[in-house]
């Protein structure tokens, strides 16, 4: 960026800021020297140009188009709404210096960091960490009370090699991994310094521990990870990754195995929300602390049933007037009253406003996470607001475009909504990596197999669905059974779902409509059911 032998001035970068310049200069060439800045030539370049038009005063002239034909090759006709390049660069550049200032740049004096939603960065002076402490990477959810949200400890994996040169790939991993993690506004996320890594288990004071060991195998490694609960002294889950020894495979399996055992763990159908879920099952709403209130979300998620509906519902309601900051319970609230309102559950009449209400307040309350901008555009898309519903999906998909906790539900909506496509390729990644994504996926490729006339293809997804306590497991596959002319099949469904919505001839249109927003598709869907005797009005 600048010649190391040249005299970098010293003038301040605003009359208010006690920045230097040269500080500034300094700092960046730290990072880009440094071994833990995990970032490509091209994010190296895209750190160099932002910092370089701030320091010029030409902050306002970084836009994603001058980024793009600037920085990344792009020529004139270059179009952000086709090509997520800016977007997806700065992620990842955000993610590696997020990465950096955990490892080598723990005690730097200056911090740079490049804000969601911008792409002009940030300067701040900052205290360095005490070195005998763990470092805590991620704030204790929005507000600290009495009820103790869960945290976990991620240890520096044991590196079982005799070449200590590669030790920094234990901190690396681990550190890759606690980044990952902190992502999932769940949960307290510790990482412990390698001086602290021989300290037991039961002197944390956390609750889950991720632990591991790194041994060569051949011409790679094998990672082995597991997770232990530091109240039982149990070993919770368990399994092993391996990656041949270069430094382009590595980069991209620590981002893999960070991603897939993030998800597995922290997730909402992860080990610990099981784990949690099962102690709080005999409590009353009135008696469960908010995070567990949350998990009772989580189970009616699982479960679908009327029963465990109305156990979160209470719970989160009550759980709103003893923390009404907290904005996750008001993102969950919004969509329990959505699923009241889409599925026609008793008291929908008035839950579509309760839930528009609700899910703004959470994006109000925390405007960065994915889960809140997709449950507002999930509203939206109920309250037929389709363009407003997807600008919000596009907002929580650029917030983390590979977050398998997150991609499956956006690639969920963006079919619905119409991105056939990019829904499908989003699925697509998420089923394939995540084993917990959720089964709701299901239903918007059978929405896109009944588009595209594809019928087998449908009838084939309603197989993936698995959804018995709800009514449109035995709607799809009476339409798709009447749409293949297998009449027989397609009434016995038919029952069923008469069975569960009693009503469905009446209200049937309108119910299709909540989540099927196009026209020729509602009309085959229909088309289906008249054919096996289910007369819709």
């Known amino acids: 960026m600048t010649d190391k032998g040249s005299k970098k001035p010293s003038t301040r970068l605003f009359e208010d800021s006690d920045v230097s310049s040269s500080e500034i200069h300094e700092q960046v060439d730290h990072i880009l020297n440094s071994k833990e800045f995990n970032a490509t030539d091209a994010q190296r370049s895209f750190l160099q140009y932002v910092v370089e038009k701030t320091l010029a005063g030409q902050a306002q002239e970084i836009k994603g188009y001058t980024v793009a034909t600037e920085v990344f090759g792009r020529g004139v006709d270059f179009d952000q709404n086709i ?36 792409y002009v960065p940030t ?163 009135s008696e469960l602390k908010t995070y567990e209130a949350l998990l009772s979300f989580y189970e009616f998620d699982l479960l679908l049933t009327s029963e465990s509906f109305t156990r979160a519902l209470d719970a989160l309601e009550y759980a709103a007037t003893i923390e009404p900051g907290c904005g996750q319970v008001w993102t969950k609230l919004g969509r329990l009253y959505a699923t009241m309102y889409a599925l026609e559950m008793p008291g929908f009449e008035t839950a579509l406003e309760k839930a528009v209400a609700s899910a703004q307040k959470g994006v109000q309350l925390n405007p960065d996470n994915q889960r809140a901008r997709s449950i507002l555009g999930l509203v939206r898309m109920f309250s037929n607001e389709l363009k407003a519903a997807l600008k919000e999906t596009e907002k929580a998909l650029a917030l983390n475009p590979n977050c398998l906790f997150m991609i499956d539900g956006i690639g969920y909506l963006l079919m619905l909504l119409g991105e056939w496509d990019r829904g499908r390729a989003l699925i697509k990644k998420a089923t394939t990596l995540n084993p917990y994504h959720g089964l709701y996926v299901h239903y918007a490729l059978w929405v896109d197999w009944i588009r595209q006339k594809k019928y087998i293809q449908a009838d084939l997804e309603t197989l993936n669905f698995c959804r018995p306590t709800v009514f449109w497991e035995p709607l799809m596959k009476s339409a798709t059974s009447g749409l293949l002319d297998r009449i027989d099949e397609g009434r016995k469904a038919a029952q069923d779902l008469l069975s569960l919505k009693p009503d469905f001839a ?32």
């Open 83 to 118: 090509d997520p390049i800016v977007s997806i660069q700065a992620n990842k550049l955000r993610r590696a210096l997020e990465r950096y200032y955990f490892t080598a740049g723990i005690n730097d004096p200056l911090r740079i960091d490049i804000p969601k939603g911008t």
């Open 506 to 537: 009446a209200r049937g249109r309108t119910l299709i409509r909540n989540y099927i927003k196009f026209d020729d598709i509602v009309d085959r869907v229909i088309s289906g059911l008249c054919k096996v005797g289910l007369t819709v009005d």
């Open 123 to 285: 300067f701040t002076h900052r205290e360095a960490a005490e070195p005998d402490k763990p470092v805590t990477i991620t704030r204790v959810p929005e507000i600290e009370t009495e009820s103790k949200w869960p945290t976990i400890l991620v240890r520096p994996f044991k590196y079982l090699a005799t070449d200590s040169d590669e030790h920094h790939l234990s901190i690396g991993i681990a550190t890759e991994l606690a980044v990952e993690l902190s992502k999932y506004q769940d949960f307290s996320v510790i990482l412990q310094d390698p001086a602290g890594s021989g300290r037991r288990i039961s002197d944390t004071g956390v609750r889950f521990v991720i632990d591991g060991t790194i041994r060569n195998v051949g011409s790679g490694i094998r990672l082995s990870l597991y997770m232990m609960d530091a109240v039982s002294g149990t070993q919770l889950w368990g399994e092993t990754h391996r990656c041949e020894l270069d430094a382009s495979s590595l980069a991209a399996f620590e981002e893999k195995v960070a991603q897939i055992v993030a998800v597995k763990v922290a997730g909402e159908y992860g080990i610990i929300s099981y784990t949690l879920s099962q102690e709080t099952k005999i409590k009353p709403p």
